[in-house]
């Protein structure tokens, strides 16, 4: 199935065609969902953009299209309003046609792209043997939606964790577990990454004050870059101890399955970059350092700006590494569309980078590299969330917290209603919903924008949280075991029947489902689809209290049937897409 917006784009442009000749096939007829419901469900205001090109006022453009507009199977006549904007309404038998034919769809009819594409979303990457925090929750919650939507969209998507997991930090940890805890180095399974988190700072520490552990960790880099087996299988043991660990915190987020692809994976790539970046002309030597200089960047002095791509003493840093993966994912990958949902801080860096794969003719026209930058969670003090301590709050402390806040909401809820429930029911509805606001509240805002994290805001049950919306999918779950009603055996032959505006409203909205995914295509802004979302269920709602359902007579009762399994269809689809499973009861 088409989308609506889609048919009447190619409706206008056949109209641009017949009125004023072929030079304006192509044209964007600029045609958005009308702001108000008095201007009807579409409006564009294509005719004042032609103005200049025709020659003509506005009102006169928009008349001329409206006559050759050929809508009539979709909207009422169009008409023109003011200085000449053309205002269409979808007629009731489109609405009620279009509902039908998506009734069995399981993608409700929303169709995937051609030619198909590969993408790449790089997320959560955090640094091996540190903890997960808070600053990681962002990049892992919107990576994953992204690549939830791209992949239902049908991009053959790869999602890859670009783990630190490779330079200088791994000497030091490596120098000081040998020193201070060799049996830690055996390969011991007891261990956790919380030992692990513990010793890096005391390597760290070690390495700030000792010029001469400063010797051997640096050493130890040496012999890791070197291939030494006893370095290596030492760095192993601390990756596979890492990872595991990481592994649990994916899985309690409910990540989709993610390619571990650390800096290391890219240690052979490296001295390939910088030989190809010097046969192009690009490499300058600047203190010892190779570094390209950088076109629209500057220093404090005013000078071009350097990206450093090998140290003076031959290491590679951050930069080289990033450079090594672009020309991976563009050579052996062939992405066609890589995206980085990292921190809004590193915006500079992914400009510097993929200046240079520009440059260096990595990126072309066919490839698109996109950095979506992410703002902050910050504390109820406006400042970025922080633990007691002053440190930035443990990711596991986070989740579980919103789990226990919401098991003490649910057996509140029990109490106070009188019903008995399992423990196990208990348990994993608490889990659902915690997790489920904590992604949601995150998803909801812009992703650009701080935002001020509040367990009793995320988990309150009106507005737009997760547990509003994983009621309004419950509440139709409730109108089926109310009426014993199978919603996949609703007649194929029933009809849809639209009488009340309610109901209008409700499947308006219900067949913008795949413009909101299509709008997320092109900006990748997850809180689309979550405002998206919360709109529908308000929608819902207010059709299920002014509608008769079960009481109506047929062929109302069956039609309005449909229209609620559509929304809770829908409501568990696009949930879905945001990472997050429905409840049958709450």
């Given at each position: 199935?088409?989308?609506?917006?889609?048919?009447?784009?190619?409706?206008f442009?056949?109209?641009?065609?017949a009125?004023?000749?072929?030079?304006?096939?192509?044209v964007?007829?600029i045609?958005?969902?009308?702001?108000?419901?008095?201007?009807g469900d579409?409006?564009?205001?294509?005719?004042m953009?032609?103005?200049?090109?025709?020659?003509?006022?506005?009102?006169?453009?928009?008349?001329?299209i409206?006559?050759?507009l050929?809508?009539?199977?979709?909207?009422?006549?169009?008409t023109?309003?003011?200085?000449?904007?053309?205002n269409?309404?979808?007629?009731?038998?489109y609405?009620?046609?279009?509902?039908?034919?998506?009734?069995?769809?399981?993608r409700l009819?929303v169709?995937?792209?051609?030619?198909?594409?590969?993408?790449?979303?790089?997320y959560?990457?955090?640094?091996?043997?540190?903890?997960?925090?808070?600053?990681?929750?962002?990049?892992s919650?919107?990576?994953?939606?992204?690549?939830?939507?791209?992949?239902?969209?049908g991009?053959?998507?790869?999602?890859?964790?670009?783990?630190?997991?490779?330079g200088?930090p791994f000497?030091?940890?490596i120098?000081?577990?040998r020193?201070?805890?060799p049996?830690?180095?055996?390969?011991?399974?007891?261990?956790?990454?919380?030992?692990?988190?513990?010793?890096?700072?005391?390597?760290?520490k070690?390495?700030?004050?000792?010029?001469?552990?400063?010797?051997?960790a640096?050493?130890s880099?040496?012999?890791?870059?070197?291939?030494d087996?006893?370095?290596?299988?030492?760095?192993?043991?601390?990756?596979?101890?890492?990872?595991?660990?990481?592994?649990?915190?994916?899985?309690?987020?409910?990540?989709?399955?993610?390619?571990?692809?650390g800096?290391?994976?890219?240690?052979p790539?490296?001295?390939?970059v910088?030989?190809?970046?010097d046969?192009?002309?690009?490499?300058?030597?600047?203190?010892?350092a190779?570094?390209?200089?950088?076109?629209?960047?500057?220093?404090?002095?005013?000078n071009?700006?350097?990206?450093?791509?090998?140290?003076?003493?031959?290491?590679?840093?951050?930069?080289?590494?990033?450079?090594?993966?672009?020309?991976?994912r563009?050579?052996?990958?062939?992405?066609?569309?890589?995206?980085?949902?990292?921190?809004?801080?590193?915006?500079n860096?992914?400009?510097?980078?993929?200046?240079v794969?520009?440059r260096?003719?990595?990126?072309t026209?066919d490839?698109?590299f996109?950095h979506?930058?992410?703002?902050?969670v910050l504390?109820e003090?406006?400042?970025?969330?922080?633990?007691?301590?002053?440190?930035a709050?443990?990711?596991?402390?986070?989740l579980?917290?919103?789990?226990a806040?919401a098991?003490?909401?649910?057996?509140?809820?029990?109490?106070?209603?009188?019903?008995?429930e399992s423990?196990?029911?208990i348990?994993?509805?608490?889990?659902?919903?915690g997790?489920?606001?904590i992604?949601?509240?995150?998803?909801?805002?812009?992703?650009?924008?701080?935002?001020?994290?509040?367990?009793?805001?995320?988990?309150?049950l009106?507005?737009?949280?997760?547990?509003?919306?994983?009621?309004?999918?419950?509440?139709?779950?409730?109108i089926?075991?109310?009426?014993?009603?199978d919603?996949?055996a609703?007649?194929?032959?029933?009809?849809?029947?639209?009488?009340e505006?309610?109901?209008?409203?409700?499947?308006?909205?219900?067949?913008?489902f795949?413009?909101?995914?299509?709008?997320?295509d092109e900006?990748?802004?997850?809180?689309?689809?979550?405002?998206?979302?919360?709109?529908?269920?308000?929608?819902f709602?207010?059709?299920?209290?002014r509608?008769?359902v079960?009481?109506?007579?047929?062929?109302?009762?069956?039609s309005?049937?449909?229209?609620c399994?559509?929304?809770a269809?829908t409501?568990?689809?696009?949930?879905?897409?945001?990472?997050?499973?429905?409840?049958?009861?709450?």
């Amino acid at each position: 199935m088409n989308s609506t917006i889609a048919l009447l784009k190619s409706r206008f442009e056949q109209a641009f065609v017949a009125a004023f000749g072929a030079e304006l096939a192509g044209v964007d007829p600029i045609l958005v969902p009308a702001s108000n419901p008095k201007f009807g469900d579409y409006q564009s205001n294509v005719a004042m953009s032609l103005t200049k090109k025709l020659g003509k006022p506005p009102r006169a453009i928009a008349e001329a299209i409206v006559q050759q507009l050929d809508v009539v199977d979709v909207c009422e006549p169009p008409t023109v309003a003011g200085p000449g904007f053309i205002n269409l309404a979808l007629k009731t038998s489109y609405l009620e046609a279009q509902l039908k034919a998506i009734q069995s769809d399981p993608r409700l009819g929303v169709a995937k792209i051609d030619p198909p594409k590969r993408a790449i979303v790089d997320y959560p990457s955090p640094n091996i043997a540190k903890e997960m925090h808070v600053g990681h929750l962002r990049p892992s919650v919107i990576g994953d939606c992204i690549a939830r939507i791209l992949d239902f969209l049908g991009y053959e998507v790869l999602r890859i964790s670009h783990v630190g997991d490779w330079g200088t930090p791994f000497g030091m940890l490596i120098a000081y577990l040998r020193e201070a805890f060799p049996e830690a180095l055996t390969g011991r399974n007891d261990l956790d990454l919380g030992d692990l988190a513990t010793f890096y700072r005391q390597a760290k520490k070690r390495f700030d004050e000792d010029e001469q552990f400063q010797e051997k960790a640096r050493l130890s880099v040496v012999e890791l870059q070197a291939g030494d087996e006893e370095t290596l299988r030492a760095w192993k043991i601390v990756c596979d101890l890492s990872n595991r660990t990481n592994q649990k915190m994916f899985d309690l987020m409910g990540l989709s399955p993610l390619t571990i692809r650390g800096e290391s994976f890219y240690n052979p790539y490296l001295a390939g970059v910088i030989q190809e970046l010097d046969r192009l002309g690009m490499l300058v030597e600047d203190n010892g350092a190779k570094c390209v200089f950088l076109e629209g960047f500057t220093n404090k002095e005013g000078n071009p700006l350097p990206l450093i791509v090998q140290k003076s003493d031959g290491g590679y840093n951050y930069a080289s590494t990033d450079l090594a993966a672009i020309r991976y994912r563009v050579n052996v990958d062939q992405a066609q569309r890589v995206v980085y949902p990292v921190g809004a801080e590193q915006t500079n860096h992914f400009a510097q980078i993929f200046q240079v794969g520009k440059r260096a003719g990595w990126i072309t026209d066919d490839v698109e590299f996109v950095h979506t930058p992410l703002g902050s969670v910050l504390g109820e003090d406006g400042k970025k969330l922080k633990s007691r301590s002053g440190e930035a709050v443990r990711l596991q402390d986070l989740l579980e917290e919103a789990i226990a806040h919401a098991r003490a909401d649910l057996e509140a809820r029990l109490a106070a209603e009188g019903r008995q429930e399992s423990q196990e029911f208990i348990a994993h509805s608490a889990q659902v919903t915690g997790i489920s606001a904590i992604k949601y509240a995150d998803l909801s805002q812009n992703r650009t924008s701080n935002y001020i994290f509040s367990y009793d805001k995320m988990l309150a049950l009106q507005g737009n949280t997760a547990p509003y919306m994983l009621y309004a999918y419950v509440r139709v779950q409730g109108i089926s075991r109310k009426g014993d009603i199978d919603f996949e055996a609703l007649g194929a032959d029933c009809p849809v029947v639209l009488t009340e505006e309610t109901e209008l409203t409700l499947a308006k909205h219900l067949l913008q489902f795949d413009e909101i995914l299509m709008a997320i295509d092109e900006d990748l802004l997850p809180n689309r689809l979550c405002q998206y979302l919360f709109e529908l269920s308000q929608k819902f709602n207010q059709f299920y209290d002014r509608c008769p359902v079960l009481q109506a007579e047929e062929p109302l009762r069956t039609s309005r049937l449909i229209l609620c399994d559509l929304t809770a269809k829908t409501i568990k689809l696009g949930l879905s897409l945001l990472g997050i499973p429905v409840l049958e009861r709450m």
